[in-house]
């Protein structure tokens, strides 16, 4: 079992892997660029959504070594954070 949301006070959003170590992707400087960080503070994976004129797919890339359940829960934030972006427009 596992959960997450948004985050308040942190402005993230955040959840916990099935072993209880908590994530959090974080707003990049460019928009719709997110940057998932480990409890540790080290970048996890970057994810780039579609560009607004829809000629750049979404990105997802891993930098480091992860297991499947793991890849698992990214892959459902990164919808997520695809709706929240969608919202906003």
Do not use: P
């Amino acid at each position: 079992m596992t959960n997450g949301g948004f985050d308040a006070g942190r402005s993230t959003w955040a959840f916990h892997d099935f072993d209880g170590k908590r994530y959090d992707w974080m707003a990049g400087i460019m928009q719709n660029c997110w940057k998932l960080e480990d409890s540790d503070g080290r970048v996890v994976a970057q994810f780039i959504g579609m560009s607004r004129d829809y000629k750049v797919k979404a990105t997802l890339t891993f930098m480091t070594k992860v297991n499947e359940s793991l890849i698992s829960l990214v892959l459902l934030t990164t919808k997520l954070i695809n709706y929240d972006e969608a919202t906003k427009r």
